[in-house]
């Protein structure tokens, strides 16, 4: 079954530093990459998705992902956090396989300290 | 409306009640989705509706879950005789299309059993 990885759970960063979250998934087929992000108390919103194209994407608050085929990674980044970033951000996948339903990560926990 | 509406925010019920969660999707929007997040189990599919086309319930966890989707927008997700593993927020989510458009959530149901 297809799955996807997030390797950090919990990333604590002071404000101003930069950020890079993994995300691997296992299918090999065409993908629909996504990540969210669920701030406290809100619901989970679109941060940016890959669907074809350039494979640098880049989304709402700065941030943006490089999908890398060969290595099966869709990582998100963001040069210079605040923390107003601080939230639960999460990897996702739709696939040709399976079209409708995205698959989840477990999500990442990042704490920017002021 | 603007966004996914779902409703109750909250809800609180006994051991062996059944409880029903309203999702009101994206106006526009034909494909509608229900997910489950809870700790331990992060977020997972449970049901996907397209149009008039039969649902594809691959997600549910067992027969005590079922869906419906009336009309090809309001949907509702009924819980028969809920068990405390059933404690967790429950999402929906629509779409423009399924495979080529991103999933918008809504705030979700949080959803526990004493």
């Known amino acids: 079954a297809q799955s996807v990885s997030q390797h950090n759970h919990h990333v604590i960063l002071s404000e101003a530093a930069s950020l890079e979250l993994g995300c691997n998934y296992s299918y090999g087929g065409t993908v629909n990459l996504f990540w969210y992000v669920q701030y406290p108390g809100q619901h989970l919103q679109l941060l940016l998705k890959y669907f074809s194209g350039d494979p640098l994407v880049k989304g709402i608050k700065g941030f943006e992902a490089e999908f890398i085929k060969s290595k099966f990674s869709f990582n998100l980044r963001k040069p210079s956090v605040q923390w107003s970033d601080t939230a639960e951000y999460f990897c996702?996948?739709?696939?040709?396989?399976?079209?409708?339903?995205?698959?989840f990560g477990s999500g990442t926990q990042l704490t920017v300290l002021p | 409306g603007a966004g996914v509406s779902q409703s109750p925010s909250n809800k609180v019920t006994e051991k062996g009640k059944d409880v029903e969660l309203r999702c009101d999707p994206i106006?526009?929007?034909?494909?509608l989705y229900w997910y489950r997040q809870s700790l331990g189990q992060g977020l997972e599919f449970l049901i996907y509706f397209q149009g008039n086309s039969a649902p594809d319930k691959s997600g549910l966890p067992s027969d005590r879950f079922s869906a419906e989707r009336t009309g090809g927008s309001v949907s509702t997700l009924t819980i028969q005789r809920t068990q405390q593993e059933d404690s967790a927020v429950y999402l929906c989510?629509?779409?423009?299309?399924?495979?080529?458009?991103?999933?918008?959530f809504g705030d979700g149901t949080r959803l526990s059993i004493l």
């Open positions: 106006s526009g929007h034909t494909a």
């Open positions: 989510a629509s779409s423009a299309r399924d495979w080529n458009q991103p999933q918008h």
């Open positions: 996702a996948v739709t696939h040709s396989g399976s079209a409708r339903q995205l698959t």
